[in-house]
């Protein structure tokens, strides 16, 4: 018996999903020959792809599952332009020079995804309402206030703090002790915006082959042979792009480039979508309908439909991974604390999927063995992958603009990991309890 908090029809797949025709793709044959393998038909691969169609290569995706069936299609749809790393952590690692470079990558990438999206005419309710970072603990007002100054001051970023007293012109909460704004961010529909790419894809004539997964990649020759669920495909490059299902103990399958899973780490994200609200809450939950998240250590992000009728609410819930009968009314508990007047609304949808994150919080890209690869976005991967995706694909072509701010940066991973989190759970309960007694 479902939670009484679920709605009576509710579905445990995104919301993103509801009214999205499946693509008619069929299971099409892969032939035996390619320019170009890529593997992953999420944002980075179809990105990549398009950008190799677009220059007159062959290119054929793989994916396991459905086209995008990765984080692609199950985001919360929200574009930032900025990194996990705070940027005086990031100057203190690699020097203020490689700092602000990757720092203005990083809202290159934003741009460019909306340049993408209007190119393209992808119909996928792209809009720019900018974000407000709630602090979860006073210390974390004067920290963000601080930080907004030197991002201001070094990397030209548009954004103003709210102090506690004026919060309410942000968001209808007495949760946060004020906040800060940053201009520009983004938000969209994941699913279209997939589907936008897929679409513009195939008709540059990118071949898109779904429910075959790869099982190997071997070099042959100047290429590569990569072996898929029905046969083998002759490759001149191959472009890795699994991202957060790069991990074959988590999601059975051979691991296509065992390194890099020794490198990303698999994280579940978990969102909810509420029932439609009665009229008029929605103008009082976030009246300037940016997209929002705040200071804490286990990360919430939230927004409104594009339609303003419900909340959609993602984070992490658990210590390990469950499933979304569980998360989703653990997630309504922490959105009706912020909320309190949602402590009623029902759940339509509840979903999951996995982010990949890495040691050092930061995307890579690159070439291991002769296959490239980009991943490890950290959960901010919509305008990244795309990004990333579309610069790998530049690299494969050797033009100079492939270069990127994190070319050569060492790829960490950790002694005694293989691909499984062990250490996650311990980890988000450190996180949470840091969370707990900041208040
Ligand atoms: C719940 C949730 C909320 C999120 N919210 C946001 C957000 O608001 N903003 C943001 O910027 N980011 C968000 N993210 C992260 C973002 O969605 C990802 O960073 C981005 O979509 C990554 O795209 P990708 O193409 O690299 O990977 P994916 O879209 O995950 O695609 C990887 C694909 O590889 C396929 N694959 C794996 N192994 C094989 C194999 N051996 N053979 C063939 N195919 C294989 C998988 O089936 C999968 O389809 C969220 C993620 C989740 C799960």
Known sequence: MAHPLFAAHHKLE??????MPAPTLGTPDPPGSADVAVVGS???????????????RGVVVF??????????????????????????????RYGKVRALAMYREARASLEYLAELVEREAIACHFSRPGRFIGAHRPGHYETLARDFETLRREVGLECHAVPRAEQHGEIGSDIYYGGGVIAGHAALHPALYHRGLLERALDAGVVVVPHTPVTRIERAGAGFAVTHGRGTL????????????????????????????????????????????APGVMERLIPNDRVLSDTRQVVLYYRSSPDRRRL????????????????????????????????A?????????FVAYTFDHLPHLGVHDGLHFAMGYCGTGVAMASWLGHKVALKVLGAPEGATAFDDLAFPTRPFYRGTPWFLAGAVLYYRLRDQLAR
């Not at 995104?14 to 009214?19: A, S, Y």
């Not at 609304?345 to 999927?353: C, V």
Request: with cysteine; charged share 15%.
């Open 14 to 19: 995104p919301f993103w999903l509801d009214d």
């Open 42 to 56: 999420g944002y980075t691969g179809l990105a990549a792809a398009l950008t190799l169609a677009r220059e007159g």
């Open 63 to 92: 994916d396991a599952e459905a086209a995008g069936y990765g984080c692609s299609s199950r985001n919360g749809g929200q574009c930032g332009g900025g990194l996990k790393p705070g940027f005086d952590r990031l100057s203190a």
């Open 234 to 277: 002759a490759a001149g490059n191959v472009i890795v792009a699994t991202n957060g299902y790069t991990n074959a103990h988590a999601h059975g399958r051979g691991p296509v480039l065992p390194a890099l899973r020794r490198r990303v780490i698999p994280i579940g994200s978990y969102m909810i979508a509420t029932e439609p609200l």
């Open 312 to 343: 959609l609410f993602g984070g992490r819930v658990a210590l390990a991974e469950t499933d979304p009968g569980t998360s989703g009314p653990k997630l309504h508990g922490i959105m009706s604390a912020i909320f309190p007047e949602l402590g």
């Open 345 to 353: 609304a029902r759940i339509s949808h509840s979903w999951m999927g």
